[in-house]
């Protein structure tokens, strides 16, 4: 289906709860990091 784009990480970061680096942490282990 669809994907999502981040645009502003750091905004994202400092705007979301301290578990989003937690989450992305642990998606980093198991998915490979891309380039668009």
């Not at 709860?17 to 198991?30: D, F, H, L, N, T």
Request: charged share 25%; glycine share 12%; proline share 3%.
């Amino acid at each position: 289906r669809g994907g999502i784009r981040i645009v502003d990480q750091a905004g994202l970061e400092g705007v979301a709860c301290e578990c989003y680096r937690k989450i992305r942490q642990s998606y980093a282990k198991v998915l490979p990091v891309t380039s668009a």
